[in-house]
């Protein structure tokens, strides 16, 4: 049986969504929350396997509630359900540590199949939603001059750009001369250059290691 809160202050939606998750098999309501503040303390007392949660409440929103579901130690996973679905809603539900975000607009089936996904411990975004994160991640792959690179990497080129040695590297970024021997050597195969001053010149040209070099 799959335990559910539910979260939201608009009376008539909330009211109709506790009707179509209460009529589905192994599935029940444990309670429904108008506020953030009674939306954690119903968390709380029930320890519900899901929790779907607006993001816009009074006293807490949706988000808010998740963060602190994760920081008091409940096992309950949160379901985002709301009209906004812009990149910044999306990304901070991610942060918050939600594991679905859904639109209202969604219809009663694909809600309820997004609550037993969840429910599953799978990451679950509805088509509207999940069109978003691929704009914005391809968006931000775009803005890198080398999105072949994993941020590590990015940072470990910024660095050799500006002139730093792998000892001075490993103690800015605080890992050892062999992890930043494995990075930068990923890093020539990845740009497909023989040396370090091949790489510094391709990063140079496209923009990194501008800033005055470091000393250590």
Known sequence: MIRLILADDHPIFVSGLRAVLDAEPGMTVAGVATTGADALSLAVEHRPDVAVLDVNMPGGDGLTVTARMRAVGLPSRALILTMYDDDANVLAALRAGAHGYALKGAGGEEIVAAVRAVARGEAVFGAGVAAQLLAHFARAAT???????????????????????????????????????????????????????????????????????DSL
Request: aromatic share 2%; charged share 20%.
């Open 143 to 213: 803005a890198s001059p080398f999105p072949q690179l994993t941020e590590r990497e990015h940072e470990v080129l910024e660095l050799v750009a500006r002139g730093l040695g792998n000892a001075a590297i490993a103690h800015r970024l605080g890992v050892s001369g062999k992890t930043v021997r494995n990075h930068v050597s990923n890093v020539l195969t990845k740009l497909h250059v023989a040396d370090r001053s091949a790489a510094i010149v391709r990063a140079r040209e496209a923009g990194l290691g501008g800033g005055p070099a």
